[in-house]
């Protein structure tokens, strides 16, 4: 049984990595200020759906898939990096936004959300380096797996809640109106923030191989 110590650690350090600023965020901010606050939670859910792929290999033994796919890391922050820099890209160069807010049919649309909520998440090293460094470094292996996927929860609940509420603070009507007003402005900003995000995703990987 873990003790309250290191418990207290590990929600510490689970939150203090969760409200860091990042792709997750950028993705969420964007998809509920511009698409409303069901498409920000949709986000949300991906996010913290995509948490459980790094738990799951953190639990199951990183060790094991290491062996078998020894560059699994590098591929990871390619993918993700080659992610950020499209959705990056697709932000900055999209066209005039239409107010979607009165269009019911748009709201199909948020499993997309979600998906790109899953895909941000799922691909994002930095999520992947929190999440093995806390099981390998903090919860430890003497920790029973039931434990060990109960902290797995509170760690994709922790990051469904702050984002959902994320969500419901971008998509307030005050603050999206005046992000739809401004829409290019607001795009192109997070639209270089993901890019950014991905292009030194692809620089420190270079770095590393030379």
Same mark, same amino acid.
């Given at each position: 049984?873990?003790?309250?110590?290191?418990?207290?650690?590990? *929600?510490?350090?689970?939150?203090?990595?969760?409200?860091?600023?990042?792709?997750?965020?950028?993705?969420? =901010?964007?998809?509920?200020?511009?698409?409303?606050?069901?498409?920000?939670? *949709?986000?949300?859910?991906?996010?913290?759906?995509?948490?459980?792929?790094?738990?799951?290999? *953190?639990?199951?033994?990183?060790?094991?898939?290491?062996?078998?796919?020894? @560059?699994?890391?590098?591929?990871?922050?390619?993918?993700?990096?080659?992610?950020?820099?499209?959705?990056?890209?697709?932000?900055?160069?999209?066209?005039?936004?239409?107010?979607?807010?009165? @269009?019911?049919?748009?709201?199909?649309?948020?499993?997309?959300?979600?998906?790109?909520?899953?895909?941000?998440?799922?691909?994002?090293?930095?999520?992947?380096?929190?999440?093995?460094?806390?099981?390998?470094?903090?919860?430890?292996?003497?920790?029973?797996?039931?434990?060990?996927?109960? $902290?797995?929860?509170?760690?994709?609940? =922790?990051?469904?809640? $702050?984002?959902?509420?994320?969500?419901?603070?971008?998509?307030?009507?005050?603050?999206?109106?005046?992000?739809?007003?401004?829409?290019?402005?607001?795009?192109?900003?997070?639209?270089?923030?993901?890019? *950014?995000?991905?292009?030194?995703?692809?620089?420190?990987? =270079?770095?590393?191989?030379?």
């Amino acid at each position: 049984m873990m003790g309250f110590e290191q418990a207290l650690i590990v *929600a510490s350090i689970t939150w203090l990595a969760v409200i860091s600023p990042g792709a997750d965020f950028a993705v969420v =901010s964007r998809n509920s200020s511009i698409y409303g606050r069901r498409a920000g939670f *949709a986000s949300s859910a991906g996010i913290a759906s995509g948490c459980w792929i790094h738990i799951a290999y *953190a639990i199951f033994g990183i060790s094991l898939i290491i062996h078998f796919v020894p @560059n699994l890391f590098s591929i990871i922050q390619m993918c993700g990096a080659a992610y950020l820099v499209y959705i990056g890209l697709t932000t900055i160069f999209s066209g005039e936004f239409k107010d979607l807010r009165k @269009n019911e049919s748009f709201k199909i649309s948020n499993w997309k959300h979600y998906g790109t909520g899953l895909l941000t998440n799922s691909l994002n090293p930095k999520t992947s380096i929190f999440v093995i460094s806390l099981y390998s470094q903090v919860i430890g292996t003497q920790t029973s797996i039931i434990e060990q996927f109960l $902290w797995g929860a509170f760690i994709s609940l =922790s990051h469904l809640l $702050w984002f959902a509420m994320i969500a419901m603070f971008m998509s307030t009507p005050n603050i999206r109106d005046w992000i739809l007003g401004h829409h290019r402005l607001f795009n192109s900003i997070i639209g270089l923030m993901l890019t *950014a995000l991905g292009l030194a995703l692809f620089l420190t990987d =270079s770095i590393e191989v030379v």
